[in-house]
């Protein structure tokens, strides 16, 4: 078996605790002797640290009645749109 | 309201502004990492949502679809930039020796100096994420950033639970591989910075 890559591709359902029970006994007992897999665990664990606290960047001033005035510029008719809406609405 | 009516807040400029214009930008901000990209898509995302409100029968909260709408946006707008090619994530963003042993792993979680650097980690995070290819930047910017729960990202994205998650995985490894290469950069260079200079000695 090779754990290394098994033990990569299954670090988010380790994490999330979705291993099935046969499999968590063997990726933890690989970790505690594989100092390469650990770090990989511990840096994938950090990168989620830094998402989670990674802060939104505030809006810039003005930037709602811009918003505002050009629903208002599209709606009167005065700023014509392409109509290209595509699938996404559906 | 009726199944068969528009939700009123899709109608309303002013309503729609309050309510969602603000998760609107921050993710539009997110997905394109520069104020005036976010303020085109929040801008094209707004008409959009109010030009076609009639064809959004659902009763609830219309977040899901405000979503797609927003990530469709900035979908197109990267297109029509013509940004770099985004990373490749085909395969597992991790080496492996001819023993499929994990080889060039460095410890990133235990430096001391990770706290002093966190500022310069976000923004290499930042700019990291918005390198990522479009679904797996959907995929982070939905579960990570926005705290949007696994089953109803995978659904705003068109893909089964099992397809959205190995996208979350494998951006995450990319993302912890962006900060192994900002570490190897950074003790370089201060080793560089400490080292004599040539001649000094002459």
């Known amino acids: ?90 | 309201m009726t199944p068969d009516a528009p939700h009123p807040a899709l109608l309303d400029p002013d309503l729609l502004l309050e309510r969602y214009g603000e998760r609107i930008y921050r993710v539009a901000r997110r997905m394109t990492n520069s104020d005036a990209d976010a303020e085109d898509v929040m801008q094209n995302t707004l008409i959009k949502i109010i030009r076609k409100a009639d064809s959004y029968r659902g009763e609830s909260d219309p977040m899901g679809w405000i979503y797609r709408i927003t990530l469709n946006e900035a979908r197109e707008l990267h297109r029509k930039r013509k940004r770099r090619p985004a990373v490749s994530l085909d395969a597992l963003p991790v080496d492996f020796d001819e023993t499929q042993h994990a080889v060039g792993v460095s410890d990133i979680a235990g430096r001391p100096d990770r706290a002093a650097m966190a500022g310069e980690i976000d923004e290499r995070i930042r700019q990291a994420i918005e390198e990522l290819p479009d679904g797996y930047r959907e995929a982070v910017v939905l579960f990570d950033l926005e705290g949007v729960p696994y089953a109803e990202a995978a659904q705003l994205m068109g893909l089964s639970l099992g397809g959205f998650k190995t996208r979350l995985h494998r951006a995450r490894l990319h993302l912890r591989a962006v900060l192994e290469t900002f570490w190897k950069q950074h003790d370089e260079s201060a080793k560089d910075e400490s080292a004599p200079a040539a001649g000094d000695d002459a």
């Not at chain 1, 994938?44 to 809006?59: A, I, N, S, T, W």
């Open chain 1, 1 to 90: 078996m090779n754990l290394c890559r098994e033990v990569a591709e299954k670090l988010l359902k380790f994490r999330d605790g979705e291993l099935a029970e046969i499999e968590e006994p063997f990726i933890r007992e690989h970790l505690q002797y594989c100092p390469s897999c650990l770090d990989l665990l511990n840096g994938y664990d950090e990168v989620c640290d830094v998402l989670h606290r990674l802060k939104p960047v505030g809006m810039p001033p003005g930037i709602m009645d811009r918003c505002k005035e050009k629903m208002r510029r599209v709606l009167a008719g005065e700023d014509p749109l392409e109509d290209d809406l595509g699938s996404c609405c559906e």
